[in-house]
């Protein structure tokens, strides 16, 4: 029996909102345990208010432990903590070492080679067979002793200064009759994007229908948002809004909370909408469907119909007007249709009305020609 329990995951926002299950899948399993969830700092809203962990360990991944000297001084706070039982859920370098030298007595996981050494027991990701939470959850049972499964699906707690600002944000833009869209045009890798000229379309449209239109995104993407409105024939519309690098992660989800759609990219912020209950139609072009789609039966995915589609890369090699198929091959009116389909079947309603569905995970996916 696992009394001390670390769990490391130094990835991005939607990599981190994934492991939301495994925590959750552990305490039903050690209800007595001490969780500790390893991440990076910059994400803290996302999991600090997490019920199910007792702790949160934050590395400043781009701050001050983004070097030599006080990563290992890291590793020598995680060694105090004498724990018991680590898993990595993340096969990259620096979570990989972390793990390898935590002091841990039984290190189990994802790994590099080397570190890999240090590892009581080494697992492949499947993500590219099936879905990522599926994949670490093989990780707990193969090589954590997990016997029972409790799938909560994605889950995020709200800070309370976060969940007072988010409802201030709200009422200082919207009033109690907007039925809001959220837009969600970035994405860490240029090959998920979607076309700004598409968005452009599909914002044009809802506003048509009397929706209000909401761009979000963090800082990186004020410039592309406002390349994307510069294309609206509504674009000084009373129904457009635009936070797009104006909200913390918890914000984030206290806004998204308030909508009743977010058509997004494959994103963080797409899995945050997921964890805030918010119906979503994403596009996928080059991310692979099975490991990555929006974990919740009531969201759409539609798949690109380009050969070419998973090639999993960050840039799209191809030049000329093979140059981003994939993308190009899923026009706005597809958008559009499952966007008011949505909107027809949840009536309208903000995310925080709408019931959730325990064990119902997986996505509509729809395959066009």
């Known amino acids: 029996m696992y009394r001390n329990i670390l769990v490391i995951n130094l990835m991005h926002l939607g990599d981190l909102l994934l492991t939301t299950p495994v925590l959750r899948t552990l305490r039903a399993n050690y209800p007595k345990a001490k969780i500790t969830l390893l991440a990076d700092l910059k994400l803290a809203d996302t999991v600090s208010e997490n019920k199910y962990i007792d702790e949160c360990m934050f590395l400043d991944k781009k701050g001050k432990d983004n070097h030599f000297a006080p990563f290992v001084r890291f590793i020598q706070r995680v060694r105090q903590k004498h724990f018991d039982l680590v898993i990595n859920l993340h096969r990259n370098e620096r979570a990989s070492a972390l793990a390898a030298f935590s002091g841990g007595k039984e290190i ?99 506003i048509e229908h009397n929706y209000t239109v909401l761009f979000l995104g963090g800082t990186m993407d004020v410039e592309i948002v406002e390349k994307c409105i510069a294309q609206m024939e509504h674009r000084t519309s009373e129904k457009l809004r635009v936070l797009t690098g104006k909200l913390t992660l918890g914000e984030l989800g206290g806004v998204l909370a308030n909508c009743c759609l977010f058509i997004t990219t494959d994103s963080g912020p797409m899995h945050v909408g997921v964890a805030m209950n918010v119906p979503i139609v994403t596009m996928f072009g080059a991310s692979p469907v099975p490991g990555f789609y929006p974990y919740d039966a009531k969201d759409i995915l539609i ?55 325990y064990g119902q995970y997986e996505c509509r996916v729809v395959e066009l020609k």
């Not at 570190?115 to 090589?143: C, D, G, R, T, Y």
């Not at 090639?311 to 090699?317: A, M, R």
């Not at 030049?319 to 981003?324: K, L, N, P, S």
Request: with cysteine; glycine share 6%.
């Open 108 to 206: 189990v996981g994802y790994s590099k080679p080397f570190f890999s050494l240090f590892f009581k027991k080494v697992l492949i990701n499947k993500k590219a067979q099936m879905h990522q939470i599926h994949s670490h959850f093989e990780v707990l049972k193969e090589a954590a002793g997990v016997t029972k499964i409790d799938d909560g699906g994605l889950e995020m707690w709200l800070p309370k200064a976060a969940k007072k600002s988010a409802k201030k944000i709200w009422q200082s833009n919207f009033s109690s009759k907007d039925k809001v869209v959220a837009f969600n045009i970035g994405a860490s890798w240029l090959g998920k994007r979607w076309l700004d000229t598409y968005f452009a379309r599909c914002a044009d449209d809802l």
């Open 303 to 357: 798949k690109s119909p380009a050969p070419c589609h998973p090639c999993d890369i960050q840039i799209c090699p191809k030049r000329g007007e093979e140059h981003m198929k994939c993308m190009k091959s899923i026009p706005p009116a597809a958008v559009l249709k499952y966007a008011y389909e949505q909107l027809e079947r949840f009536g309208g309603k903000p995310a925080r009305e709408l019931p959730s569905h």
